[in-house]
């Protein structure tokens, strides 16, 4: 059964950090390239960082960039997001995404919540 399962949302204040969690099961990890997209209310949902399967390849959404880090752990099935700096406009709901071009197969998490407020 495949499962990606993320955690590590939560409430925060403006300037904080967090870091969030995708832990990926029943299907092999390393294959697919990974990325974190971002809905916010009455948004279309929006590309926030994606990584290639082996990590080599990273891309950020302007939004991003200098504040996010986007990475994997391949041995732990698991990727991950560290936000600094965070901002009240990067409240949404961030879900995990992966996705493998070679066989059209890409698999969404449910989504975790992450509120930036004072």
């Known amino acids: 059964q495949v499962q990606l399962v993320e955690s590590g949302g939560g409430l925060v204040h403006p300037g904080g950090s967090l870091r969030l969690s995708c832990a990926a099961s029943g299907f092999t990890f390393s294959s697919y390239a990974m990325s974190w997209y971002r809905q916010a209310p009455g948004k279309q949902r929006e590309l926030v960082a994606r990584?290639?399967?082996?990590?080599?390849?990273?891309n950020y959404a302007e939004s991003a960039k200098g504040r996010f880090t986007i990475s994997r752990d391949n041995a732990k099935n698991t990727g991950y997001l560290q936000m600094n700096s965070l901002k009240p406009e990067d409240t949404a709901v961030y879900y995990c995404n992966v996705k493998r071009v070679a066989i059209i197969r890409e698999y969404w998490g449910q989504g975790t919540q992450v509120t930036v407020s004072s």
């Open positions: 990584i290639s399967s082996t990590g080599g390849n990273i």
